[in-house]
């Protein structure tokens, strides 16, 4: 039999040794928890930060929706309010109401008259004619404009050279007469206006180069319909857009009098529309009045029909 000294001293070896497991399970227990605690305190911050997040999207989502809502109420009062714009220079733009590039052979000149002599309702029929004119141009051009879209006509002319013209011309048998086909003509569209700009040389240009520039400005408007081809001085205006695409896109050139030289060179950067008579015409018609019974008048603005 083994002596009990060492017996003991191995029963203590062993006490020791399952003593030394316990204290390591003991530590791998606490560092268990401690993990565990740790993980669950990193899992409550991480729900934390998801529920932020969560309220942040929502919000973000609902920024977002309301967003939308008012620019689709801006866009719908933009749309409401959109316009093209039709600006003519009545010192040297001939303008149909017949649709652009109209396939008619015209003895047109004729139908001017008959629209100037009619007064008052003459100048109703050209405005309301002219306006339907330029509502088929906008529909039939790509981009094609919304149907209801307004259409703004304004004429900028020295009306007193255009009376003189007409009646040199022995259209109208007095300076008067004119009076009540411009009457008429602002009288039969709202949005339509015959102004006289004054007996100065430049006072049609300047109007109509202030207004260019305004409703170029404009986000309304949608299309500038442009009628002065035979005066180079609008190549200047036009200029600065020759490059930009999205202004060019903009701005539909009318042809009635052939393109003055400079204008001709950077025409077909831009959508041009061409009147109801071949620029040929218009500018021997141009020729007739400045020439004969009244060379010393100013160029004249016509409006002629079927």
């Not at 039709?86 to 010192?91: H, N, Q, S, T």
């Not at 004054?198 to 520039?213: H, W, Y």
């Not at 896109?249 to 030289?261: C, K, M, N």
């Amino acid at each position: 039999m083994s002596d009990p000294q060492v017996q003991l001293e191995s029963l203590q070896d062993v006490w020791n040794t399952c003593q030394t497991n316990d204290d390591q399970k003991h530590v791998l227990i606490k560092d268990l928890f401690a993990y565990v605690n740790d993980l669950s305190a990193r899992l409550s911050e991480a729900e934390y930060e998801l529920r932020d997040r969560k309220d942040v999207i929502k919000l973000t989502r609902d920024r977002i929706e309301e967003a939308d809502k008012r620019i689709q109420v801006f866009q719908a009062e933009k749309a409401r309010h959109a316009f093209a714009s039709v600006l003519i220079d009545g010192d040297c733009m001939l303008v149909s109401p017949l649709p652009f590039n109209h396939p008619s052979t015209l003895t047109w000149f004729k139908f001017n008259d008959d629209l100037v002599k009619a007064g008052l309702d003459g100048g109703k029929r050209a405005a309301r004619l002219l306006k339907q004119a330029v509502e088929e141009e906008l529909r039939s051009s790509p981009p094609a404009l919304a149907h209801h879209i307004q259409v703004v006509i304004r004429v900028y002319a020295n009306m007193k050279g255009l009376a003189k013209t007409y009646k040199d011309a022995e259209i109208l048998p007095q300076l008067a007469s004119l009076d009540e086909f411009v009457r008429g003509f602002n009288m039969g569209d709202p949005m339509c206006d015959y102004v006289d700009a004054g007996n100065g040389k430049e006072c049609s240009d300047e109007k109509i180069k202030a207004m260019f520039r305004h409703d170029l400005a404009d986000m309304h408007c949608h299309q500038i319909l442009f009628g002065g081809s035979a005066d180079n001085g609008y190549a200047r205006l036009l200029g600065p857009y020759n490059e930009d695409d999205a202004v060019r896109s903009r701005i539909t050139l009318l042809e009635g009098p052939p393109f003055a030289r400079e204008l001709a060179a950077i025409k077909d950067r831009y959508h041009t529309a061409r009147n109801g008579v071949s620029p040929d015409s218009a500018a021997n018609t141009i020729d007739r009045l400045r020439n004969g019974r009244c060379a010393d008048s100013n160029r004249a603005f016509f409006i002629f029909v079927v």
